[in-house]
């Protein structure tokens, strides 16, 4: 009786097995079936992509939030080969100019122009105008110094800024900052 019993589980488990197989064979045809009736479509964008597109990057500008009195970083991509011969030059103009976000604000007082930049080892020496001296607010200073370190150390071969007026340290600014420097 005990024998009959197992051989009866046993004939199950095979029956079981069978219908299991017939079925995951008969599926893995079909699926086989479908995908050699299925024709691949070639993909068309909608528009080309264009060699000045190709060129955009994504530079990090920072600009003062004055509602929460601190600066924040913004985004605006541009054309790499503006970055070319001058990055620096050309990162400092975009931070002079208003952010696109209505929220910011630039930290450099109105009419404040770059007149020179360049890298000297790791340091970049900025040449200003005497209208960066026209401070109107409280620690304004140390949100230019502030903006133009976090926009321009994103470069790696940045490590620290000096900032001139008219090619020579002014009163208010230190000789060198990087972003070590503690300037409150």
């Known amino acids: 009786m005990k024998n009959k019993k ?11 097995i069978l219908v299991l197989l017939f079925f995951i064979v008969k599926n893995f045809n079909n699926n086989d079936a479908n995908n050699e009736n299925t ?3 070639e993909y068309t964008p909608e528009e ?30 541009i054309d790499s080969t503006e970055l070319l011969n001058n ?3 050309k990162l400092v103009e975009l931070l002079i100019n208003d952010p696109e976000n209505q929220e910011l604000s630039s930290v450099f007082p109105k009419g404040t122009s770059l007149l020179n930049s360049y890298l000297d080892r790791s340091c ?12 109107t607010y409280d620690n304004q200073k140390y949100y ?3 903006s ?8 790696n071969e940045v490590d620290s800024i000096k900032i001139l007026v008219n090619n020579s340290v002014p009163d208010g600014f230190e000789e060198k900052y ?7």
């Open 87 to 89: 990055p620096y030059q």
């Open 6 to 16: 197992i051989l009866f589980l046993l004939v199950s488990v095979l029956i079981i």
């Open 124 to 135: 970049v020496i900025l040449d200003f105008s005497p209208e960066i001296l026209n401070t």
């Open 39 to 41: 024709d691949i479509s």
């Open 144 to 146: 230019i110094i502030n």
């Open 48 to 77: 080309e992509i264009s060699n000045v597109q190709l060129r955009r990057t994504l530079v990090t500008l920072f600009y003062l939030d004055s509602e929460n009195d601190e600066l924040k970083s913004e985004g605006k991509l």
């Open 178 to 184: 990087s972003m070590l420097t503690n300037f409150s």
């Open 148 to 155: 133009l370190l976090n926009t321009l150390t994103e470069l």
